[in-house]
T-cell receptor, first 113, second 115 residues
Framework: AQSVAQPEDQVNVAEGNPLTVKCTYSVSGNPYLFWYVQYPNRGLQFLLKYITGDNLVKGSYGFEAEFNKSQTSFHLKKPSALVSDSALYFCAVRGASTGKLIFGQGTTLQVKP | DTGVSQDPRHKITKRGQNVTFRCDPISEHNRLYWYRQTLGQGPEFLTYFQNEAQLEKSRLLSDRFSAERPKGSFSTLEIQRTEQGDSAMYLC?????????????FGPGTRLTVT
């Protein structure tokens, strides 16, 4: 069965500092991995994906994520956090033979000035 | 705006009533998905279509839920005999099943409140 774990309910970081939001997954076969962001009263926005190729993928708004197959992780990173990055972040996984996404519980990112 | 649209944005209904939601995907997308999200949780998969065909349906989806995509464009999700536990945000997403374009694009959601 597919599953995603986001071990931190909330991550706090000061503006200008690097941020990491953690995600681990379980899936049969090769994983397709995604990060989404949700702002209050707005829909989910796609940030980035890993399908194949380089383990470090870059996405929108300066975010990047590192795929680590041995650790089954796909952590979201940004070198310098902005206050406007404060939002709810979801990691998601799908297997190759299905279209559905399995989401983690979400991590609230709070960036303080 | 050429994104995914959902209608209505909010729906308040009494327990036992039927409700229907509509989703219009991004025009060139051939896949359409329905998810449900409750407060403090990640979205939970309900069902998805490729063109007109319903390819997968969650085991968690009771017989009171039905979805259609009759012409391979817009989709409807109907909930019959609503229960208070159906109160949630219902999200629609679409994607293009081609190459490595696996990302799903989400609409703003329909918030259902069952009283």
């Amino acid at each position: 069965a597919q599953s995603v774990a986001q071990p931190e309910d909330q991550v706090n970081v000061a503006e200008g500092n690097p941020l990491t939001v953690k995600c681990t997954y379980s899936v049969s076969g090769n994983p397709y991995l995604f990060w989404y962001v949700q702002y209050p009263n707005r829909g989910l926005q796609f940030l980035l994906k890993y399908i194949t190729g380089d383990n470090l993928v870059k996405g929108s708004y300066g975010f990047e994520a590192e795929f680590n197959k041995s650790q089954t992780s796909f952590h979201l990173k940004k070198p310098s956090a902005l206050v406007s990055d404060s939002a709810l972040y979801f990691c998601a996984v799908r297997g190759a033979s299905t279209g559905k996404l399995i989401f983690g519980q979400g991590t609230t990112l709070q960036v303080k000035p | 705006d050429t994104g995914v649209s959902q209608d209505p944005r909010h729906k308040i209904t009494k327990r036992g009533q039927n409700v229907t939601f509509r989703c219009d995907p991004i025009s060139e997308h051939n896949r359409l998905y329905w998810y449900r999200q409750t407060l403090g949780q990640g979205p939970e998969f309900l069902t998805y279509f490729q063109n007109e065909a319903q390819l997968e349906k969650s085991r968690l989806l009771s017989d009171r839920f039905s979805a259609e995509r009759p012409k391979g464009s817009f989709s409807t999700l109907e909930i019959q005999r609503t229960e208070q536990g159906d109160s949630a945000m219902y999200l629609c997403a679409s994607s293009l099943a081609q190459g490595y374009s696996y990302e799903q694009y989400f609409g703003p959601g329909t918030r259902l409140t069952v009283t």
